[in-house]
C-alpha cells in the first residue's frame, strides 16, 4: 500500500505545477484510506453488490395520467409466456427501456407498459403433455418471466400488467368481434382453408410459407373445405395502402415496402355477387366496374368450390345474381380465360372478343350493351354497390380477407350462438366474457356439452349452441396496445377521451419477423377503429424500431447436418470458420444463426445476469452494432464495454481523490495550460453530449451514442490533476457522463451519482444544471451551451459539399430558407451546382445536434456533362490536378 501512495504521489508531483506544495500532496494522499484505493479497480462482486443496493431505488415508473408534461408511449411487442426469457427478449426490452429512460430523463410523461401475448398452441400443447389446465401452465410460466425482467430491472408500468387470456381482456376482444360484425365486417362462410395436420388446426394464408409449410409447426398444410370465420379487412385496403405515405410515420424504412407487397395495388375493385337459391356468394374482382353493367358470364377455375362436381370444362347449373344489371349470370367452368393474380373467378363482357367466343360456345346470349366508360358510371355503379351491400371497395387482386377461425381450445371463444330458428345471434354485451372451460384438459371445445350447449338469446330456444370455433391470437394482439391506456376500464373498451390524447403510440419497438401479419392487422384494427371515433389517429405506431435477431455460434457436422454442442468442437480457424469434432476430427461448419434450443447454440441471459451483471448486460446487448442489425453473442466483444465502466469507475475514485484535497483556501492555477484544457472539457462535453443525444433521440443508433459517451469518457481522463481538481467545466463533463449513463446503466450511473453528489467543494453549487439535491433519474438531459458551433450540412446531390459551424441558440431556430440564404452564399456550394437548376430543397433540424440541408439538382444533358468533362479535365477515368484541387475545396469545413 505504501508503494501504491509513493507511486501515485511522484506522479502527481510531476503533473501538477509548481504553485501547489507537497504538503498538500500528501494531505491529499492521506485523505483516502487502503479501502478505496482498493476499490479503483471495478470487479463483478462490486457491480453485483452495487446492483442489489440500487435495486428498489431507480425512481417511479409510472405514467400520470393527470400530468401536463408531454407524453411518451414507449412499447415493445409482448411476450409470448415461455416461462423463459432469451436474449431476443432482453434485447429488445432493453432497447424500450433505455429509450423510455432517456424520455424521462428529457422531462416527458412516458408510458412504457408490459403485458403476455398468452393465448396460442404451444401452451394448449405443453399443458395437455403435463395433462395440467392451460391456465395454471400459462400463469406459472407468466410468473417465472415477470420475476426474470424484474430482475433486469425494465422500468416497465406493471400497474397495467394484464394477459390476453384475462378474461376481463377477453371480454373486449370478443366486443370488438361484435362491433365488427354489427358492421357487416366479420361473417361466416364455406372455404377451402389451410390446414396444419400437426396442431389440427386453420391457417391463414399469411401463416403458410413459401414452401407449404405451416409457420409454427413446420407441417406440410393441407387443404380443407370448413366453414370459417373471416374479418373483412379488405374492405380497409386502399386506406391501409395510402396509410403508409402518412407524413407521422417515422423510420418505417423497408417495412413500408414489405406492408406495400402485402397488401399490393388497389388498382381494382372487388364485388360480392350471391349465388341464386343458396346462402353463398362469389368474389369478383375487376378493374373496371361498368362490367358488371355488360357482363356475359362467370368463369370459374376447376378448382373452385361451386365446382361440386369437379368437372375440368362446361357449364353449371346454378346463376349468379347481378343486381347491377338486373339479370343472373351463366357459371362456365374453364381454364381458357386470364383470371386476376390471385383469383379463380372471372367475369366476361360483351366487349372482349374472347368472352364473346366463349360465350357463344355455350350458348349464352350476347346482350346488346356495347362497351361503356364513363367515370360517372363507374361512380354510380360503386355506389350501387355499396347500397346493396355487394362490396365496391378498392382492392388488389391478390388480398384476401383475414381468417381468424381456429379450431383449438386456448383462444378467445367467438361470442356468436347458433340456433336451429335464427341462425348465428350475437352474445349480448351483458353475458359477455364468454369464458373458456378451464376445469377441462384437452377436451375440444366442440366435444365439451356442458359448456356447448345454450339457450338462444333471441328466442330463448334451449337447443342453441355456442360457436366452438376460438379466434388466431392475432386478433389478441391487434388492438393490445389501445388496453394498456386503460386496463382497468370495466365499462368500454379503451376511453375514447384517453386514446385520442395518447395515441399513437411514439415509438414501437419488436422484431422483424412481425412487420407483415402482426402489423397489417395492428394497423387495421386501428383504421377500423379510427372509422368509429374510437381513436384520434388512424395508424397506431408513430415510430418503429425493428430490432435485429440475437445471433449464436452453431456448429454443424459437415455432410450430415448435426447440430454439435461448442464444448464438443475445437475451432482451427477463427476467421475462416474453420472447425473439426473434438471425438472424429471431422469437418464442422461454423455459422452465426438465430439462438435456439434444437441449435444448441442459445446463450442463458440469467448465466450472463449471475457473472456481470444487470448494467453490462444491457450495455452489451446495446453495443457493438446498431439496433437494427443482427447482434452476434459473443464474449470477444465484452472487453470493450468491460474496460470502459472500469475506466469511468477509476476517473470517480481518482476525481473523489483530487477533490477532497482541496483546501478552503485554494483557487484554480492562473495558467494558459488550465485554461486550454478547461477549454478543452467545454468542447468535449458539447460535442460528445450532442452525438450521444442525436444517436437517442432521432437516430436510435444507440451503439453509436455509447461511442460518443466513450469519446467523454477518454476525453475526460486526459485531464491533468490540477483540471480535475478545480475545473467547474470538468465537473459539468462528469455530470453528462453519468446522466447519459444513466437510460443503459441505471444501477452503475445512480451509485456513479450518489459519490459525485458527496463530493466537497463544488464549482457548479449555484447553477442549475446540477440537481445537487436529487437523484440522478431526477436530474435534466444535458443542454448542448448556446454558443457552441454546430454543425450546418450542405448536400448538393447527396454529395457533403460544405459544412458551416453555427451557435447552438441560432441553429436551433434556423429556417429552411434562413439555410438557403447562408447556402448560396457559399462559394464550395455554388461550384459545385454551377449552371444547373435546383430542382427541389430539404431542410432538417435536429435541435441542439446539427442540421442538414439537402439541395437537389436536375439532371445534366449530355452536352451539358460532356462540356463539364472537358471543363474538369477527366480524362478516362483520371483527374486533372485542378479538378482534385476543387474537389478538395468543396469537402473542406468552413467555420462561421
Known amino acids: 500500500m505504501r508503494l501504491i501512495q509513493l507511486n501515485a504521489f511522484n506522479t502527481l508531483k510531476q503533473k501538477i505545477s509548481a504553485g501547489y506544495s507537497e504538503k498538500w500532496l500528501r494531505r491529499m494522499l492521506s485523505t483516502v484510506g487502503s479501502n478505496l484505493l482498493e476499490t479503483r479497480e471495478l470487479t463483478s462482486s462490486m457491480k453485483l453488490e452495487i446492483e442489489r443496493k440500487w435495486r428498489n431505488n431507480l425512481g417511479d415508473y409510472r405514467f400520470d395520467p393527470t400530468s401536463d408534461k408531454p407524453k411518451r408511449y414507449v412499447l415493445a411487442m ?22 423510455a429512460r432517456f424520455y424521462r430523463l428529457n422531462g416527458a410523461n412516458v408510458l412504457h407498459p408490459m403485458g403476455w401475448d398468452a393465448f396460442g398452441l404451444p401452451a394448449e400443447n405443453a399443458a395437455m403433455q403435463r395433462k395440467i389446465p392451460a391456465d395454471k401452465w400459462t400463469k406459472q410460466n407468466i410468473e417465472q418471466m415477470r420475476e426474470q425482467l424484474e430482475m433486469l430491472q425494465f422500468s416497465f408500468d406493471w400497474e397495467r400488467e394484464f394477459a390476453t387470456c384475462d378474461p376481463e381482456y377477453y371480454r373486449w376482444t370478443q366486443k370488438l368481434f361484435l362491433m365488427l360484425y354489427e358492421d357487416g365486417l366479420a361473417y361466416q362462410k364455406e372455404a377451402q382453408v389451410n390446414w396444419d395436420p400437426v396442431d389440427e388446426t386453420v391457417l391463414a394464408d399469411e401463416q403458410v410459407d413459401d414452401n407449404g409449410c405451416s409457420w409454427r409447426s413446420g407441417a406440410k398444410v393441407e387443404k380443407k373445405v370448413l366453414r370459417q370465420w373471416f374479418v373483412k379487412t379488405t374492405r380497409f385496403a386502399k386506406a391501409l395502402y395510402d396509410g403508409l405515405a402518412d407524413p407521422t ?71 349468379i345474381e347481378n343486381p347491377i344489371l338486373g339479370v343472373n349470370l351463366p357459371v362456365i367452368v374453364t381454364e381458357k380465360v386470364n383470371y386476376p393474380e390471385g383469383n379463380d373467378c372471372y367475369i366476361g363482357v360483351v366487349s372482349v372478343e374472347e368472352d364473346r367466343q366463349l360465350a357463344t360456345h355455350y350458348q349464352i346470349p350476347l346482350n346488346s350493351q356495347s362497351k361503356v366508360e364513363s367515370e360517372d358510371l363507374r361512380k354510380n355503379i360503386l355506389a350501387q354497390a355499396s347500397q346493396l351491400n355487394l362490396g365496391g371497395y378498392p382492392v388488389s387482386s391478390k388480398l384476401r380477407d383475414w381468417l381468424i377461425s381456429r379450431q383449438r381450445f386456448w383462444g378467445t371463444p367467438i361470442p356468436i350462438i347458433h340456433c336451429q330458428s335464427c341462425g348465428p345471434v350475437p352474445v349480448p354485451d351483458a353475458n359477455l366474457p364468454v369464458k373458456l372451460p378451464l376445469d377441462s384438459v384437452g377436451i375440444p371445445l366442440s366435444q365439451n356439452d356442458t359448456w ?87 395508424e397506431p405506431f408513430k415510430r418503429l424500431l425493428v430490432q435485429g435477431m440475437v445471433m449464436g455460434r452453431s ?173 467547474a467545466q470538468y465537473e459539468r463533463a462528469i455530470a453528462a457522463q453519468i446522466i447519459m449513463l444513466a437510460p443503459m446503466a441505471p444501477h452503475f450511473a445512480s451509485e456513479l451519482w450518489e459519490q459525485f453528489r458527496a463530493l466537497p467543494n463544488r464549482l457548479n453549487s449555484s447553477s442549475e444544471e446540477i440537481q445537487w439535491d436529487l437523484g440522478v433519474f431526477e436530474q435534466n438531459w444535458p443542454v448542448i451551451d448556446e ?9 448538393v446531390n447527396g454529395f457533403e459539399c460544405c459544412i458551416l459551424k453555427i451557435p447552438t441558440k441560432d441553429l436551433n431556430q434556423l429556417t429552411h430558407q434562413q439555410s438557403l440564404d447562408l447556402a448560396f452564399g457559399q462559394d464550395a456550394v455554388l461550384s459545385y451546382i454551377g449552371q444547373r437548376k435546383v430542382r427541389h430543397t430539404d431542410f432538417v433540424l435536429y435541435p441542439g445536434c446539427d442540421a442538414i440541408l439537402s439541395i437537389t439538382l436536375e439532371q445534366l444533358s449530355k452536352e451539358d456533362k460532356e462540356q463539364l468533362k472537358n471543363q474538369t479535365g477527366e480524362v478516362k477515368g483520371k483527374s486533372s490536378k485542378k479538378d482534385k484541387k476543387k474537389k478538395k475545396k468543396q469537402k473542406e469545413v468552413i467555420e462561421q
Open 452 to 538: 356447448l350447449k345454450t339457450s338462444c338469446p333471441k328466442c330463448h330456444s334451449p337447443d342453441a349452441t355456442r360457436e366452438t370455433d376460438t379466434m388466431d391470437t392475432f386478433v389478441d394482439s391487434s388492438w393490445y396496445f389501445l388496453r394498456f391506456l386503460d386496463p382497468k376500464n370495466q365499462s368500454e373498451l379503451v376511453d375514447p377521451t384517453l386514446s385520442r390524447r395518447l395515441m399513437p403510440v411514439d415509438l414501437y419497438v419488436g422484431g422483424k419477423e412481425h412487420a407483415v401479419l402482426h402489423m397489417y392487422y395492428a394497423r387495421f384494427m386501428n383504421h377500423y377503429l379510427h372509422s368509429k371515433g374510437l381513436v384520434s389517429s388512424p
Open 249 to 319: 410515420l417515422e423510420d418505417w424504412k423497408d417495412i413500408i415496402k414489405l406492408q406495400k407487397h402485402w397488401i399490393g395495388d388497389c388498382d381494382g375493385y372487388n364485388f360480392e355477387l350471391k349465388v341464386k337459391g343458396q346462402k353463398t356468394s362469389i368474389p369478383i374482382w375487376t378493374k373496371h366496374p361498368e362490367h358488371l353493367k355488360e357482363a356475359l358470364f362467370v368463369a370459374i377455375h376447376p378448382s373452385n368450390l361451386l365446382n361440386s362436381n369437379k368437372v375440368n370444362e362446361g357449364k353449371l347449373d346454378i346463376v
Open 555 to 727: 456448429y454443424r457436422l459437415k455432410g450430415s447436418g448435426k447440430y454439435l454442442p461448442a464444448a464438443e468442437v475445437e475451432v482451427i480457424d477463427e476467421k475462416k470458420n474453420k472447425a473439426i469434432e473434438k471425438a472424429t476430427g471431422a469437418p464442422v461448419v461454423a455459422l452465426w444463426e438465430k439462438m435456439s434450443k434444437s441449435k444448441l447454440n442459445g446463450v442463458d441471459p440469467l448465466e450472463v445476469l449471475k457473472e456481470h451483471g444487470c448494467d453490462t448486460l444491457r450495455m452489451i446487448l446495446l453495443g457493438d452494432v446498431a439496433p437494427t442489425s443482427h447482434r452476434n453473442w459473443s464474449e470477444a466483444t465484452f472487453p470493450g464495454i468491460l474496460n470502459w465502466q472500469k475506466r469511468i469507475w477509476m476517473t470517480m475514485h481518482d476525481y473523489r481523490l483530487l477533490r477532497s484535497a482541496i483546501e478552503p483556501a485554494q483557487t484554480p492555477p492562473d495558467t494558459e495550460e488550465f485554461l486550454q484544457q478547461d477549454r478543452k472539457l467545454w468542447d468535449a462535453r458539447n460535442y460528445f453530449s450532442a452525438g450521444a443525444t442525436f444517436n437517442y433521440k432521432f437516430s436510435h443508433q444507440l451503439s453509436v451514442g455509447i461511442s460518443k459517451m466513450q469519446g467523454l469518457t477518454n476525453a475526460i481522463r486526459r485531464s491533468a490533476p490540477e483540471v480535475v481538481a478545480f475545473s
Open 787 to 795: 454558443e457552441y458551433p454546430l454543425d450546418l450540412t450542405f448536400k
Open 78 to 99: 409482448f411476450p409470448y409466456p415461455s416461462g423463459n426469457l432469451h436474449m431476443g427478449h432482453v434485447r429488445v426490452y432493453t432497447i424500450s427501456d433505455a429509450m
